[in-house]
């Protein structure tokens, strides 16, 4: 057990003896919770379970600080670096900040806001980094990456400087590495320090956390606010590249087949909800989709799993998240495929009556690599189409309530019923199958080869 989950964890643990199993679960807590969080795991083995011991509670897990000589983080920025970052930032006519998942941990968000709007300089979100501020602020030019915007790509493509905050450079972001950048300066702020240098190089590496380094660039009084009128007026003409014709299919809701297009669903979904609500997206062009048209306002409102993606994830984090906020409305939503790899956590729904609201986007297919045979495979569409089961059975027999929507009609009915009614709730939209997400940067591709339109 430990050994096959020790490439998937921060940290594996298996105590030996049952004395050892207290100090080891607030060493795992300890790690699990310190700098750049992540998965620990600690494998009880079931003779030491069964061994008594008449040790007494001593830790005191405020003050407790484990012997780990190696596990070292500095959450306190260099104020020399902080200033190197200033100084570049002033000096920049094209800036642009990405956001990552690092902001949404350290709860940083308003900071961002902030910070950015003090150096007048853009901002995009990593995949994870989404949620972290609202998405429709002026600043925010979306999501960047290999579905991104064609805003946030083409002004990676263009900067002079990018200040990236608690991200990885994932190749979902850069694309290529050897095109990516150009002449452009970087400034990456890190709390893990094997993340600097990794990928990009830096130009300041600023290794603390997100938080405490965004709380002082948001009250940096160093910090010009340059007009940058040539990159802004840059950035609105990438806005309004492909704006009309996305705007134009949202509008019509339906592909050439007269079936539900899923930009649609979560463009209502998201006025409906308007971007507060808690969202769980699975892996697939749905989840991509999700990413580019909900419109987020509450911080630390999206869940995904990013680089390649885990299908089936949605349904159970969904649970969980419920658990952990149970005042919010927290909606799971999934592709026909990834529902069905995790379709008996309804069990779970239902016998500890979660309040789960479930939209199920079935388009009949794999649809995100049905994507790529579309593109890159001459459309031979082979090990993707869905031969799928009777999903309202499925969730009559859970006793969930559910309904199908085949028209664009009854979309938003459908939604506004299950986020009204009380406890869980399904319904099932049957979408397009040829509905492609753009842009689209090639996989292996740089940024520079993203595929706009069709
Ligand atoms: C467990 C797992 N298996 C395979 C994949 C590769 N994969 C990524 S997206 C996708 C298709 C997802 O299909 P579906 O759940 O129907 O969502 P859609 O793309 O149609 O919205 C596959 C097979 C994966 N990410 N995870
Ligand atoms: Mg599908």
Same mark, same amino acid.
């Given at each position: 057990?430990?050994?096959?989950?020790?490439?998937?964890?921060k940290q594996?643990?298996?105590?030996?003896?049952?004395?050892?199993?207290?100090?080891?679960?607030?060493e795992?807590m300890y790690v699990a919770l310190t700098g750049r969080g992540g998965?620990v795991?600690?494998?009880?083995?079931?003779?030491?379970?069964?061994?008594?011991?008449?040790?007494?509670?001593?830790?005191?897990?405020?003050?407790?600080e484990p012997d780990l000589p190696g596990f070292f983080y500095s959450p306190v920025p260099d104020?020399?670096q902080?200033?190197?970052?200033?100084?570049?930032?002033?000096?920049?006519?094209?800036?642009?900040?990405?956001?990552?998942h690092g902001?949404?941990t350290s709860?940083?968000?308003?900071?961002?806001?902030?910070?950015?709007?003090?150096?007048?300089?853009?901002?995009?979100?990593?995949?994870?980094?989404?949620?972290?501020?609202?998405?429709?602020?002026?600043?925010?030019?979306?999501?960047?990456?290999?579905?991104?915007?064609?805003?946030?790509?083409?002004?990676?493509?263009?900067?002079?400087?990018?200040?990236?905050f608690g991200?990885r450079?994932?190749?979902?972001?850069?694309?290529?590495?050897?095109?990516?950048?150009?002449?452009?300066?970087?400034?990456h702020v890190e709390i893990d320090p094997s993340e600097i240098?990794k990928?990009?190089?830096?130009?300041?590496a600023i290794n603390a956390d997100t938080g405490e380094v965004?709380?002082?660039?948001?009250?940096?009084?160093?910090?010009?606010?340059?007009?940058?009128?040539?990159?802004?007026?840059?950035?609105?003409?990438?806005?309004?590249?492909?704006?009309?014709?996305?705007?134009?299919?949202?509008?019509? %809701?339906? @592909?050439?087949? =007269?079936?539900? &297009?899923?930009?649609? +669903?979560?463009?209502? !979904?998201?006025?409906?909800? /308007?971007?507060?609500?808690?969202?769980?997206?699975?892996?697939?062009?749905?989840?991509?989709?999700?990413?580019?048209?909900?419109?987020?306002?509450?911080?630390?409102?999206?869940?995904?799993?990013? %680089?390649? @993606?885990?299908? =089936?994830?949605? &349904?159970?984090?969904? +649970?969980?998240?419920? !658990?952990?906020?149970?005042? /919010?409305?927290?909606?799971?939503?999934?592709?026909?495929?990834?529902?069905?790899?995790?379709?008996?956590?309804?069990?779970?729904?239902?016998?500890?009556?979660?309040?789960?609201?479930?939209?199920?986007?079935?388009?009949?297919?794999?649809?995100?690599?049905?994507?790529?045979?579309?593109?890159?495979?001459?459309?031979?569409?082979?090990?993707?189409?869905?031969?799928?089961?009777?999903?309202?059975?499925?969730?009559?027999?859970?006793?969930?309530?559910?309904?199908?929507?085949?028209?664009?009609?009854?979309?938003?009915?459908?939604?506004?019923?299950?986020?009204?009614?009380?406890?869980?709730?399904?319904?099932?939209?049957?979408?397009?199958?040829?509905?492609?997400?753009?842009?689209?940067?090639?996989?292996?591709?740089?940024?520079?080869?993203?595929?706009?339109?069709?």
């Open positions: 057990m430990v050994g096959v989950m020790m490439p998937l964890t594996t643990y298996m105590p030996l003896t049952v004395g050892e199993i207290e100090e080891t679960i607030h795992a998965p795991i600690v494998d009880i083995p079931k003779d030491i379970q069964l061994q008594e011991t008449d040790r007494m509670y001593h830790f005191d897990p405020k003050t407790y104020r020399d902080i200033r190197n970052a200033v100084e570049l930032i002033n000096r920049s006519e094209r800036p642009i900040i990405l956001c990552g902001v949404v709860n940083a968000g308003l900071n961002l806001q902030k910070f950015a709007e003090r150096a007048h300089v853009p901002f995009a979100f990593t995949l994870h980094g989404l949620s972290a501020a609202p998405v429709d602020h002026p600043l925010s030019l979306g999501m960047v990456g290999m579905h991104g915007t064609v805003e946030a790509n083409r002004a990676l493509l263009n900067t002079d400087l990018i200040i990236s991200m450079f994932d190749d979902r972001v850069t694309g290529k590495l050897e095109d990516f950048g150009g002449d452009a300066k970087v400034i240098d990928n990009v190089k830096t130009s300041v965004l709380n002082l660039l948001a009250r940096d009084l160093e910090i010009v606010a340059k007009p940058r009128r040539i990159w802004f007026e840059q950035i609105e003409v990438y806005r309004s590249e492909i704006a009309e014709e996305l705007q134009k299919e949202i509008d019509a %809701g339906v @592909g050439r087949e =007269g079936q539900l &297009l899923m930009k649609s +669903i979560v463009t209502q !979904l998201s006025d409906l909800t /308007e971007g507060k609500d808690i969202i769980v997206s699975d892996v697939g062009q749905h989840q991509m989709i999700l990413a580019r048209f909900y419109n987020f306002q509450t911080a630390n409102s999206w869940f995904t799993s990013g %680089g390649a @993606g885990t299908m =089936g994830c949605s &349904l159970p984090m969904a +649970i969980g998240i419920k !658990l952990a906020r149970p005042k /919010e409305r927290v909606w799971s939503i999934s592709g026909d495929g990834g529902f069905q790899m995790n379709i008996q956590e309804l069990g779970a729904i239902m016998e500890h009556d979660i309040d789960v609201k479930i939209l199920l986007l079935n388009n009949g297919y794999l649809g995100m690599v049905r994507q790529w045979q579309t593109l890159f495979y001459d459309g031979r569409y082979a090990g993707t189409p869905m031969k799928n089961p009777d999903f309202g059975a499925i969730a009559g027999a859970y006793g969930i309530p559910y309904l199908k929507v085949t028209e664009l009609a009854r979309v938003a009915d459908a939604i506004k019923t299950a986020a009204e009614h009380k406890g869980a709730f399904m319904v099932e939209f049957l979408c397009d199958p040829s509905e492609i997400v753009l842009p689209m940067v090639p996989a292996g591709g740089g940024i520079a080869d993203m595929i706009v339109s069709k």
